[in-house]
């Protein structure tokens, strides 16, 4: 199923490192000086309370924002700047925190985009379908097919996105976000607005996909549970500044952790 | 080699060798400015307050100006017949705030955008119903406004300053000021900046969203109005006014969306600009080129800053 | 009752890709396709193939050109009636050069000068967005008007700036000029159209169009995904300017039989726009529906008047035409922005169930 894209990384090496990295907008600074690593195979988690920059953080490593300083290494190859193009061609996925889904498309069509950069077959096939294109069509629809099974959501491919609820929309967009077959996942808040029974789906899913496709897996998630649970390591910002790094236990000690959440004045 | 010279050295000597043609040349485009940038206020105010691009604004101004004229035409006097087009104006902002703003609140720009396309077909089709499709005469000396022509001794030459510009000119910035007063100063202006800002905002203070946009579109007829007497003035009423009224989309372009001072000096850059390329370049590539000049310098512009002269930066967020 | 889909199974997925899935579908579009190419022709007067169908099956296939611009990639653009001059210019020439030549394929050659106007008019899309977009298709409308009329080398020179079609003959018919009968030139002009509306649906429900969609709906969301945003918006412009081009030529060669200047004016522009409009954003369908609703309400109306004794100028239809499609346009984007197909669509669903309510 995995095709394999750039120099292959073994399992448990640096997939991506960022290292002193920082992003203004104007006056305000969103991260400043922050450097950690994702290993691959890891399920690499991003706290921090609201503000903290993890959004951001996500933005930078997808090529969405460029920062002014520090550099980013990706499989290997170091950039000062990942342009989203370089991302998704590296085999980089994201999920939104507002469901950055195509409401004008069925959920099916939604995934089918996901396949876009691996289909090749040029205008002139396009323009009679029947033949090689129709083939190519089929031959990655059989692929969706095996993400809608994956995350149980058969019954709604045919419905216009816009028309699902929330927790459906998000499962989509990890369905199109899967469908790019990414050696580097990053889901931004998966589990936002979940009731307990949908977090636990949700969960699930997250650890299969880890599990099963190998799969290296970055979140922002606010529910300490669900990081504790699911992440291999830790990495906790606050205003922009990285403050904690290491496997949950010991970054659930740290006192600046605990500080930052609570709220103490600094 | 020639080509070069015709288009970067040719038109300059012009300029030089009949500096009273140059003044000249300025001084229409400086009108023409005037009455664009006139227009393009019209898109301000209602873009500011609504979020909407009324493209309809150039058929209100023949259609304010048609008023105008129809009204005298059947023997109602001048100044009764301005306080009466006024009134229709403020009717038109009723009605455009009931029919169209009120039931397209929520949706996408693009699509209130579209409905000011239906909006402009509706009030030609009506206006051409009601008035008929030929060009009329701006009753402008039932209204006092001047006539005649200054002629200027300089440079050796003559300059032509029609009065009915300078009077033009001079409306026109009493009005910029007396809006930019109003914006500033009093009780609807502050709440129309602030529904500018943020509708959510505004209505959560009590700001009737409905009320705004009417004063508005109110005070962007009475724009329309001004500038189709204005214009009328200098050439005729007609229904060619509103596809050169189209031209305030550069100008919107090159001063931005929101800002009144900018919609002013756009007004002016695009005006001149046309003037002196369709003089002095225009014979190398024909006559006409009036009828994308301009666009074609907003389009230049645009490539390089997006936001316009004074427009504000947008950075997108997801 | 009668449309249903229950007890139609796809066993492959290429039966379940299928544009028309379900059976009635099928039946109806060939039910359709047999009266276009069959009955019309036989049993239709002169009249109505000269004045409905003729000018439908072309207005139809420059809305469906616009449609993909404005509706599947969401740029909207004023330049509709500048490209369709392009074409029609562009066969003029081509003919008049090389007259020789089987004008049908001028006339799908045509449609690639449009092509190449339409990508140079798309390359500011790198830089500029949205509404800055449209005035710059704006632009490309003004420009090219005053082009067709400033380069009299376009009309051979004609004193009074207007083309007058030649007549060309395909096996030995005419087809074009005034020996030209209006059921030959209806057959050749729904063959173009077929062929060019297969082309296009096949377009759109495949990989170019889902780019498309996605690059209308988010696309910011798209470019993360990998479509190439830049290379996505020129295709679109490219493909949308080919089908106004060819029906720009086929408008001029086959239809008017000439063109005067100004005839691919700003005004022919928002015609087709509004045909998109209302007809449904985004629909290949909602392209012949808008079309032979604003095409058809002048003559609806006209007939309506007429039939009520009223004696009604030209002039004054068109005034209240102007009046009715302002207004049909501002009430369908509060009632069903998605237009006619959308309203045809719910009449479907509701078809599936009936006579049960829901």
């Keep these: 199923m995995r095709a394999p894209s750039g120099p292959d990384v073994a399992v448990g090496d640096v997939l991506l490192s960022v290292e002193n990295v920082s992003l203004s907008f104007g006056g305000v600074k969103a991260v400043s000086d922050v450097s950690f690593d994702i290993r691959k195979g890891e399920i690499r988690a991003i706290i921090g309370p609201n503000g903290a920059g993890k959004t951001s953080m996500l933005n930078i490593i997808n090529g969405f924002y460029q920062p002014q300083q520090g550099r980013i290494t990706f499989k290997g190859q170091t950039r000062s700047k990942m342009r989203p193009h370089d991302a998704a061609h590296g085999g980089i996925a994201r999920t939104f925190q507002n469901v950055a889904l195509f409401r004008g498309m069925t959920a099916l069509d939604n995934i089918m985009t996901g396949r876009t950069l691996k289909m090749h077959k040029n205008l002139f096939w396009q323009l009679l379908r029947f033949g090689p294109a129709m083939t190519e069509e089929v031959e990655h629809r059989h692929r969706v097919e095996e993400i809608i099974d994956f995350l149980k959501i058969q019954e ?111 | ?93 009723v009605s455009v705030e009931r029919l169209m703003l009120r039931p397209l609140v929520n949706q996408p720009d693009i699509i209130l955008f579209m409905a000011t396309f239906g909006l402009t077909y509706f009030l030609i089709g009506f206006g051409e119903l009601v008035f008929g499709g030929n060009p009329k005469k701006m009753i402008a000396s039932e209204l006092y406004l001047p006539s005649g022509v200054y002629d200027i001794k300089m440079f050796g030459g003559f300059v032509s300053l029609q009065k009915i510009d300078i009077a033009a000119a001079v409306i026109v910035s009493v009005m910029v000021v007396a809006l930019a007063v109003f914006f500033q100063n009093t009780r609807i202006g502050r709440a129309l900046r602030a529904v500018a800002d943020s509708h959510k905002a505004a209505l959560s203070v009590g700001i009737s969203l409905e009320q705004i946009w009417v004063v508005v579109w109110f005070a962007a007829g009475v724009v329309a109005l001004v500038t189709g007497i204005l214009w009328g003035a200098r050439s005729e009423v007609s229904f060619s006014l509103q596809i050169i009224a189209l031209k305030a989309l550069p100008v919107l372009i090159l001063g931005g969306f929101t800002s009144i001072p900018g919609a002013i000096i756009g007004g002016l850059i695009i005006g001149i600009g046309e003037k002196l390329g369709e003089f002095y370049w225009g014979p190398l590539l024909g006559s006409g080129i009036e009828s994308w000049l301009a666009y074609v310098i907003a389009l230049i512009f645009l490539l390089f800053r997006p936001q316009g002269l004074f427009g504000e930066k947008i950075i997108e967020r997801i | ?296 309400f002048p003559i609806v109306l006209r007939g309506v008047l007429q039939g009520l004794g009223w004696n009604i100028l030209p002039a004054t239809i068109e005034h209240l035409t102007f009046m009715s499609v302002g207004a049909l346009i501002i009430l369908f984007l509060i009632i069903e922005p998605l237009g006619l197909a959308r309203l045809w669509q719910i009449t479907k669903q509701k078809l599936r169930v009936w006579p049960f309510p829901y």
């Design chain 3, 1 to 296: 009752m009668f449309y249903r889909e229950a007890g139609q199974f796809k066993t492959t997925y290429q039966a379940d890709q299928a544009v028309f899935p379900i059976l009635q579908d099928r039946v109806g579009l060939a039910v359709i396709l047999f009266g276009a190419f069959v009955l019309i022709p036989l049993a239709g007067s002169d009249f109505f193939l000269s004045v409905v169908m003729i000018p439908l099956l072309i207005l139809s296939l420059a809305a469906i050109g616009l449609n993909i611009l404005t509706g599947y990639t969401g740029l909207l653009s004023l330049g509709t009636g500048g490209f369709m001059g392009v074409g029609a210019f562009a066969c003029y020439k081509l003919t008049s050069i090389y007259p020789d030549v089987n004008i049908v394929v001028w006339i799908f050659v045509s449609g690639l000068f449009s092509t190449a106007v339409g990508i140079l008019f798309g390359l500011p899309s790198l830089r500029i967005k949205g509404f800055y977009l449209t005035v710059a298709t704006l632009a490309a409308q003004f420009f090219l008007d005053w082009l067709f009329i400033r380069v009299q080398w376009l009309t051979n020179y004609n004193t009074s700036g207007s083309i007058e079609v030649p007549t060309r003959t395909i096996f030995s018919w005419p087809v074009t000029g005034p020996n030209a009968t209006p059921q030959f030139r209806y057959l050749v002009i729904l063959a173009i159209v077929t062929v060019l509306t297969w082309f296009a649906s096949n377009l759109v429900h495949g990989r170019i169009g889902r780019m498309w969609m996605a690059v209308r709906d988010m696309d910011l969301a798209a470019e993360l995904i990998g479509i190439p945003l830049y290379r996505t918006k020129l295709l679109a412009f490219a493909v949308s300017s080919y089908y106004c081009g060819v029906a720009g030529a086929l408008m001029v060669f086959l239809w008017y039989g000439s063109a005067e200047p100004g005839v691919f004016n700003i005004d022919q522009s928002f015609t087709i726009l509004f045909m998109v409009i209302i007809g449904g954003l985004g629909s290949l369908t909602g392209s012949f529906l808008g079309a032979a609703l604003i095409y058809g």
């Design chain 1, 156 to 266: 709604i491919r045919r419905t216009p996105v816009g028309r699902l609820p929330y927790g459906l929309q998000k499962r989509v967009e990890l369905g199109r976000a899967l469908a790019m077959e990414p050696d580097l996942l990053l889901l931004d808040e998966p589990m936002a607005g979940m009731n307990l029974e949908e977090k636990e789906d949700m969960s699930r899913f997250v650890l299969d996909v880890n599990d099963h496709y190998g799969t290296t897996v970055a979140l922002i998630e606010h529910d300490m549970g669900v990081v504790m649970d699911l992440s291999d390591r830790v990495v906790v910002l606050d205003h922009g500044i990285k403050i904690a790094d290491g496997t949950p236990d010991e970054v659930k000690d740290n006192q600046g952790v605990v500080d930052a959440y609570l709220g103490v004045a600094h």
């Design chain 2, 1 to 93: 080699m020639h080509l070069l010279y015709q288009i970067f050295i040719d038109p300059f000597v012009q300029m030089g060798s009949a500096p009273d043609l140059l003044v000249q040349t300025l001084w229409e485009g400086l009108v023409a400015g005037v009455l664009y940038a006139l227009i393009a206020l019209g898109f301000v105010l209602i873009f500011k307050a609504s979020g909407v691009f009324n493209f309809a604004q150039g058929i209100m101004v023949v259609f304010a100006a048609l008023t105008l004229v129809g009204l005298h035409e059947h023997g109602v006097p001048a100044y009764v017949a301005l306080a009466l087009t006024i009134l229709v104006m403020f009717g038109l902002a």
